[in-house]
């Protein structure tokens, strides 16, 4: 089953969800001058937030609401993310879900298509599968596939 979310806006920071499916959630980000750090390209505080923000978006579609605890994070940078008005695309997957620990990947590519960097990220799920009470529900205005 696929979710197409139709560029549904994350946060202020200007993070858009553009596709979702059980276990893997495509992303992307609008370089603003805040994400930038004084050479004016993307800083890699950005990229390692957005690594910590695409685990946990992993770790939801596969059907938790509460996402866990990090206990692990980590960042790889290959090349330039981007600059101001330079479009981030990120693509985030749950690899194993355990009752105690979920591990995701995190690839980013940057606005010509190259591997700007990639990520990893655990966390600690075992109290969020104690606190889930009912099954994933899509928000209101989702557009479900279900041949996806």
Request: aromatic share 6%; proline share 3%; net charge negative.
């Amino acid at each position: 089953m696929s979710i197409a979310y139709a560029h549904l806006p994350l946060d202020s920071w200007g993070r858009i969800v553009t596709n979702a499916v059980v276990g893997k959630v495509d992303f992307e980000l609008d370089i603003a001058k805040d994400h930038t750090n004084r050479l004016k390209i993307l800083h890699g505080g950005t990229i390692a937030s957005m690594v910590d923000l695409g685990g946990s978006l992993a770790v939801a579609s596969m059907g938790l609401y509460a996402t866990g605890v990090s206990t692990d994070l980590n960042v790889t940078y290959l090349s330039s993310g981007g600059k101001v008005g330079d479009k981030l695309s990120g693509t985030a997957t749950c690899d194993m879900m355990g009752r105690r620990l979920a591990y995701t990947s995190i690839t980013f590519r940057n606005a010509q298509g190259e591997l700007a960097a990639r990520g990893s990220h655990t966390k600690y799920v075992a109290n969020a599968w104690k606190t889930q009470e009912t099954p994933f529900v899509p928000p209101e205005g989702a557009e479900i596939d279900e041949d996806s």
